[in-house]
């Protein structure tokens, strides 16, 4: 039972963020928003943004292992990474760990391997915070402003002190393996890292925003791009299965006033109706690009072919 209990309280936190959000949208209005929607363009959207956004994170992830010294041909990260995305449906770190797995089979030291997963996770939220916290600055606020720019504003603050920790390098922390290739990277791998990642960051708030204005939401632009990375951020936090839950309430909370209804209520249910739907679209072809790549990935698994020895990787990634 504590078993069944572990495997399923993330659905079950998702499903009462769910049910939380829905107290406030009347069921006859939700279900003739969903009734409504193209379907077929949304998911239609949602393949193709998932088709992207494997091409972006790959690339990402590939110039990341540059950073660290580490070469693999991108055909293999790209495979494998999405392969993955079958796991990023069960939680955003399995999904990482797999891709971890993947370096350890390829001639990485497992604690490296695991500090190499680290500064690929670091690096895509630290990213993230960067591209939001200037968003958010742009657009000035709007709902629960305050809030957010707080979080904000702490969550630079610590990404500053870890960058001054990895320029600091201190010796008890540096010379753990786990920690290693964080301290390996330095300031200039970060950073590569960090820019490598922007693109997959555009590709995910674009395809949000595109995928609003196919379901016939009138967002512009402009509010599309400064307001989508705050909804990136909360479907990415580790509470719920592929940001079950989470991502329908940053939705609700932050684009309910481009939603068509006479009163507040009736708009909650349409854009929970649409976030619903392209997170039930989004969850399928993300499977779909799981399954095709995976395969692919279990070939690799099988005969890893290392791209240089662990000795000469591990040296590469000190230089």
């Known amino acids: 039972m504590l078993r069944l209990l572990r495997r399923l309280w993330p659905w079950l936190v998702g499903l009462a963020i769910l049910a939380a959000i829905a107290t406030r949208a009347p069921l006859a209005d939700f279900r003739g928003a969903i009734g409504r929607g193209p ?10 943004i998932n088709v992207a956004v494997l091409g972006s994170d790959s690339l990402a992830t590939w110039l990341a292992l540059i950073a660290l010294g580490l070469r693999r041909p991108f055909r293999h990260v790209l495979v ?7 796991l990023f449906v069960v939680n955003y770190a399995v999904g990482q760990g797999g891709f971890g797995y993947y370096l350890y089979r390829s001639g990485v030291a497992a604690l490296r391997a695991t500090g190499i997963t680290l500064f690929l ?21 709007g709902a ?17 002190i870890y960058l001054g920790i990895i320029a600091r390098r201190p010796g008890f922390l540096a010379r753990l393996d786990v920690l290693a290739p964080l301290f390996d990277a330095g300031l200039r791998g970060h950073g590569l890292a960090m820019v490598g990642r922007l693109p997959h960051m555009v590709v ?8 609003m204005r196919v379901w016939g939401f009138d967002v512009p632009f402009a509010v599309g791009a400064t307001v989508m990375p705050a909804v990136v951020i909360v479907s990415v936090l580790p509470l719920s299965p592929a ?17 068509p209804g006479a009163t507040d209520d009736q708009r909650a249910a349409a854009i929970l109706a649409f976030a619903v739907v392209h997170f039930v679209y989004g969850v399928l072809a993300s499977t779909a690009v799981g399954l095709v790549c995976a395969p692919f990935a279990r070939r690799i698994a099988r005969d890893p072919a290392p791209a240089a020895p662990p000795a000469a990787a591990d040296h590469g990634a000190a230089r």
Request: charged share 5%; aromatic share 12%; with cysteine.
């Open 121 to 141: 996770i670091g690096t895509n939220f630290a990213t993230l915070i960067v591209v939001t916290a200037v968003a958010w600055a742009i657009r000035g606020g």
């Open 80 to 86: 494998v990474r999405g392969a993955t995305y079958l």
């Open 204 to 211: 995910i708030v674009l395809g949000h925003w595109v995928a």
């Open 243 to 259: 940001g079950l839950g989470t991502t329908q309430a940053a939705f609700v909370l932050f684009f309910r006033d481009y939603a």
């Open 39 to 48: 379907h077929l363009e949304l998911a239609l959207v949602n393949v193709a």
């Open 144 to 160: 629960a402003g305050t809030a957010m720019a707080w979080t904000l504003v702490g969550s630079c603050a610590a990404f500053a």
